[in-house]
């Protein structure tokens, strides 16, 4: 029944994603903000369906520490579903993810129209400044900036390192950085096509100052924050 269940979710989702991309790519002349709030829509549409065809539902929990001045967002990453959710739980926001990921069909079309901190890994020091750069005018322009420090989605029994990118952009923006912890690789597996039946947690905490704290030391105290809010849930 799971197979099943996530086989007719799959279906429903590309069956939406291809005309909906297609229809999207019309909002290219609207301003970054307008642009976001409509393709926004696909992931407000796509948690309600996997609700209905999986019986997956999700709670949000610490709404109340999402600040009014947009700032660096960290999260844990450990399915495809924060990707969906965190739209949901956030203002309007833009992510730091690597260039490659423009190039994917159809999705990719649509993060391109989101305007995101696309990077190249390799760039080495030309990145950072260039992540530098756009950071600095997405939070001017009311944009949180959502970073997934460990880089790529995690299972829920591998620890990974942060990397330093985020926690340096955040302290070089002077922004403090909002946590946020959640327990969805319990339900929808990193690389899985099952989705597991349940409620997924989602825990926003208080504002980390980033203030006096190296970037390394940043990094520690965020991780502490996610990794202990974790086990919480679990």
């Known amino acids: ?3 099943l269940r996530s086989l007719i979710f799959n279906l429903g989702m590309i069956l939406f994603t291809i005309p909906f991309t297609v229809i999207s790519l019309f909002t290219f002349p609207l301003s970054q903000k307008y642009r ?4 926004s829509l696909w992931a407000k549409s796509m948690l309600p369906w996997l609700k209905f ?10 709404k109340e520490n999402v600040p009014k001045k947009p ?9 495809a579903w924060e990707t969906l959710a965190l739209q949901i739980a956030l203002p309007p926001q833009v992510w730091v993810l690597k260039k490659e990921l423009l190039l994917i069909p159809f999705f990719g079309w649509g993060l391109w129209l989101t305007s995101p901190i696309a990077i ?3 760039a080495g020091k030309k990145a950072l400044m260039q992540m530098f750069e756009q950071g600095r005018k997405k939070l001017s322009k009311g944009f949180f900036i959502i970073i997934f420090p460990e880089g790529t989605r995690v299972g829920v029994d591998e620890q990974r390192s942060y990397h330093i990118g985020g926690s340096w952009l955040a302290k070089k923006l002077n922004s403090p950085i909002l946590p946020i912890a959640h327990n969805a690789g319990y339900y929808w597996p990193k690389n899985s096509f099952l989705k597991h039946p349940g409620t997924i947690k989602l825990t ?6 980033t203030d006096q704290l190296s970037p390394d ?12 809010h974790v086990e919480k849930i679990i």
């Open 120 to 122: 190249n890994r390799s």
């Open 53 to 62: 065809t999986c019986h997956l539902d999700f709670q949000i929990i610490g």
């Open 1 to 3: 029944m799971i197979f």
């Open 204 to 209: 926003i905490g208080p504002l980390i100052s």
């Open 217 to 228: 030391d940043i990094n520690v105290k965020v991780k502490n924050w996610i990794d202990k």
């Open 71 to 79: 700032c660096v967002v960290f999260s844990n990453h450990q399915s």
């Open 36 to 39: 976001y709030l409509f393709i």
